[in-house]
């Protein structure tokens, strides 16, 4: 006899096939649709096959949309296949799992999806007006629905803790400022229990309370040619 040769290896085809299995839809922002993957169902064996139905179903099938024409129980012939298609349109950030399951002849066949929401950096801040002792803040939410804000003295370093007062709305007014005071702030967007980056600075100075007359101040201490604020040269 000669040598054995090999191995080769090779899988025979599943009688009923779903592809792709299973399937990652990767990184979506909130509030947004993925682009719809097709799944394909097909008969590889030499008899029909009973499908009694389709479902989504696991801890997050509400994050996924099924789009599927065909109507249950539906008799798939040798040969045949039909197609469907999912999106991924997660609500709040995080890691999402569900399971497509079909079902024939009262056997389940499996195909996990997942996939990943991104909660939406803000962007484009703004501080559209003030007053002495509050300041209204404002961005782009890009699709984000929730925000913290972090607000300290200009040029603060930032400790990644939400400061404002209250549930924070866009726009957002910052109350308990000091009159003619230099702010920073920065923003975050808030996905259930996942967060964007924080987003900023931007800065902005408080108004300036009218000073009573009469008034006297000559500045003399004052490092030429520096004003301080809420005084200007003229």
């Given at each position: 006899f000669s040598p054995w040769a090999g191995p080769l290896n090779f899988s025979t085809l599943e009688i009923l096939s779903i592809t792709p299995n299973p399937h990652n839809f990767g990184n979506q922002t909130t509030n947004t649709q993925s682009a719809p993957q097709v799944f394909t169902v097909k008969n590889n064996g030499p008899s029909p096959i009973l499908i009694d139905?389709?479902?989504?179903?696991?801890?997050?099938?509400?994050?996924?949309?099924?789009?599927?024409?065909?109507?249950?129980?539906?008799?798939?012939?040798?040969?045949?296949?039909?197609?469907?298609?999912?999106?991924?349109?997660?609500?709040s950030g995080g890691a999402k799992a569900a399971v497509l399951r079909l079902s024939e002849n009262e056997t389940d066949h499996n195909v996990p999806i997942s996939g990943t929401g991104v909660c939406p950096d803000p962007s484009d801040l703004t501080v559209p007006s003030v007053t002495t002792t509050s300041a209204t803040l404002g961005w782009t939410a890009n699709g984000g629905s929730a925000w913290e804000i972090e607000l300290g003295a200009f040029g603060f370093t930032p400790a990644g803790v939400n400061t404002a007062p209250g549930p924070v709305t866009n726009p957002y007014v910052y109350p308990g400022l000091?009159?003619?005071?230099?702010?920073?702030?920065?923003?975050?967007?808030?996905?259930?229990?996942?967060?964007?980056?924080?987003?900023?600075?931007?800065?902005?100075?408080?108004?300036?309370?009218?000073?009573?007359?009469?008034?006297?101040?000559?500045?003399?201490?004052?490092?030429?040619?520096?004003?301080?604020?809420?005084?200007?040269?003229?």
């Open positions: 139905g389709l479902w989504l179903e696991g801890a997050n099938a509400d994050q996924f949309i099924k789009t599927d024409a065909t109507v249950y129980p539906y008799n798939l012939l040798s040969g045949a296949q039909y197609t469907l298609s999912v999106v991924f349109a997660p609500t000091t009159p003619g005071t230099a702010y920073s702030y920065y923003v975050r967007t808030v996905c259930g229990n996942n967060y964007s980056a924080w987003i900023g600075p931007y800065s902005f100075v408080t108004a300036c309370v009218p000073f009573d007359l009469t008034y006297t101040q000559n500045f003399d201490a004052l490092p030429s040619p520096n004003l301080p604020v809420c005084w200007s040269r003229y």
